[in-house]
């Protein structure tokens, strides 16, 4: 540890199922420091972060906070020694108010509402937060939720705050606003550690750069030591570019098909913004992208969970115009859409797995009927339980006891059944334990073999190098790159999802 080291890490490891999601790293953390982590989706960031908040505990290694040692054992003893944490998600109560959640964890033990509510109103004019500290948190703005994360810190006068992802959800004069105030609390002693994934912010406003890859420190140095191409090169390796020459290339036959489906000009909104791309039979095209940059977005707007502008572009499934006013439609047209987050909108988590998969055969081929025999559909849940290898604990176990790969296979038989000629999958492996990857992989290969056209929307680079045809790539709601399978390499997909 260095004599100027304000906090510290040493051999900091953390697994989930086996797999360590940071392993022996060491961090240092300069006081008055701006230091930014980069690294791609899985690399550890946010799990290093939560571990410094005192959220996930560690499962070796050691803490030192101004060369003393100490343990962190709850978010409770982060709080105590001055740390804060702005998470992605943020953590407000939303049914209180704002100047309610800027001192939650720390209230009087007589309380003013009316005085709370003018220091609160203080605090966030100095900040230059136009927000109302009467408001409740569950009606404000994502970009507003954030900055109320903000100002509870500083109220705490915490000495370092750690910012998850913090422009994702930023205009760019918000953005801009938000690098000012860091400079600003820097200069009143404040260390800040921040996570982002435009390479631009952590070279432009951090101090040092940490680079993680696979759970592991890579490097670290001063951000003057760096630029994009060497900060991208630490971020993927050299190992991707082998990987990609041992995987086969889509035959020409394939490509020489009509497209399953066309996408020309759609626009949702904000995020999406005249986006197009066409998706062929047999072939697995993969979307990537920053967060913020309309993957998801097209997806929903594709399958009719959301609905595009008026005149927002046009829409064809095998040469026939489709608009969807519910996801229903797009099943019974042979459109799977596998969620992004399963555990709210995937499956039943109170259900089992027989269930839940017999809901996905229901919503295809019951056509409204109200009493529909279970012979028809028991057979091929039990071929797909098998032919998946969704593993459980006897045979009523309900899914929320099942592990993440095995739930995300409950998902994926639920669509499976409905014996689609078109499946989306978006984030296929998050939270996903390092085997069940391996297999949930194998399982979209095996779907685009047997003549399906297949999408995969993924932040997870190796994993859309590795299942991808094709790539294209995703950025400020439009599509800005394609690169076949030869052609593609990390280096180019984050050059393009960025520039």
Same mark, same amino acid.
């Given at each position: 540890m260095t004599a100027s080291s304000f906090l510290s890490l040493r051999n900091a490891t953390k697994t989930y199922g086996g797999f360590p999601a940071i392993n022996a790293v060491d961090f240092d953390l300069r006081p008055n420091e701006i230091h930014a982590l980069v690294g791609e989706n899985g690399a550890g960031k946010s799990t290093l972060c939560k571990v410094i908040a005192g959220v996930?505990?560690?499962?070796?290694?050691?803490?030192? $906070?101004?060369?003393?040692? $100490?343990e962190l054992k709850s978010p409770r003893d982060a709080f105590d020694k001055g740390i804060s944490m702005v998470f992605q998600e943020t953590s407000l109560v939303p049914q209180l108010t704002v100047a309610q959640n800027m001192v939650l964890g720390r209230e009087r033990v007589l309380n003013s509402a009316r005085a709370l509510s003018i220091e609160c109103r203080q605090l966030l004019r100095s900040l230059n937060f136009n927000i109302d500290p009467t408001m409740k948190a569950g009606a404000l703005g994502a970009a507003q939720r954030q900055m109320v994360e903000i100002a509870r810190a500083v109220y705490n006068k915490s000495r370092i705050i750690i910012l998850d992802e913090p422009t994702a959800a930023l205009t760019p004069e918000e953005t801009d606003h938000l690098f000012y105030l860091m400079n600003d609390l820097r200069q009143k002693g404040v260390a800040m550690i921040f996570i982002s994934h435009a390479l631009e912010e952590a070279l432009s406003h951090a101090d040092r750069i940490t680079v993680l890859r696979n759970g592991k420190?890579?490097?670290?140095? !001063? %951000?003057?030591? $760096? !630029?994009? %191409?060497?900060?991208?090169?630490?971020?993927?390796?050299?190992?991707?570019?082998?990987?990609? %020459?041992?995987?086969?290339?889509?035959?020409?036959?394939?490509?020489?098909?009509?497209?399953?489906?066309?996408?020309?000009?759609?626009?949702?909104?904000?995020m999406v913004n005249n986006m197009s791309f066409s998706?062929?039979?047999? #072939?697995?095209?993969?979307?990537?992208?920053?967060?913020g940059s309309g993957r998801s977005e097209v997806a929903k707007v594709i399958v009719g969970q959301i609905k595009r502008n008026f005149g927002g572009g046009r829409i064809y499934l095998n040469d026939r #115009?489709?608009?969807?006013?519910?996801?229903?439609?797009?099943?019974?047209?042979?459109?799977?859409?596998?969620?992004? !987050?399963?555990?709210? !909108?995937? $499956?039943?988590?109170?259900?089992?797995?027989?269930?839940?998969?017999?809901?996905?055969?229901?919503?295809?081929? %019951?056509?409204?009927k109200f009493f529909v025999s279970k012979k028809a559909m028991k057979p091929k849940v039990k071929e797909l339980e098998k032919k998946l290898a969704i593993r459980g604990i006897g045979k009523f176990q309900t899914v929320h006891k099942l592990s993440g790969g095995n739930q995300q296979k409950v998902v994926i038989a639920k669509t499976l059944i409905q014996e689609p000629s078109l499946v989306i999958f978006d984030e296929p492996t998050r939270g996903v334990d390092v085997g069940a990857i391996a297999e949930i992989r194998e399982i979209i290969r095996s779907i685009a073999d047997s003549g399906a056209g297949v999408v995969v929307i993924s932040s997870y680079l190796p994993e859309i190098l590795d299942v991808s045809d094709r790539i294209l790539v995703a950025k400020g709601g439009t599509i800005v790159a394609e690169f076949s399978r030869d052609e593609a390499t990390a280096e180019k997909i984050l050059h393009a999802a960025i520039h």
């Open positions: 996930v505990a560690m499962d070796s290694g050691t803490f030192s $906070f101004k060369d003393e040692p $100490f420190k890579i490097v670290t140095d !001063d %951000a003057r030591s $760096f !630029d994009r %191409a060497s900060l991208i090169r630490h971020m993927v390796g050299e190992e991707i570019a082998s990987e990609m %020459a041992a995987r086969p290339n889509v035959s020409t036959a394939t490509r020489a098909r009509k497209p399953i489906l066309k996408v020309e000009n759609i626009r949702m909104g904000n998706v062929f039979p047999g #072939e697995v095209t993969g979307i990537a992208g920053l967060i #115009e489709i608009r969807y006013r519910l996801p229903a439609q797009a099943i019974r047209d042979g459109i799977a859409y596998v969620t992004e !987050d399963r555990k709210i !909108d995937g $499956f039943f988590e109170t259900m089992g797995v027989f269930e839940n998969v017999s809901l996905g055969w229901l919503a295809k081929w %019951a056509k409204g």
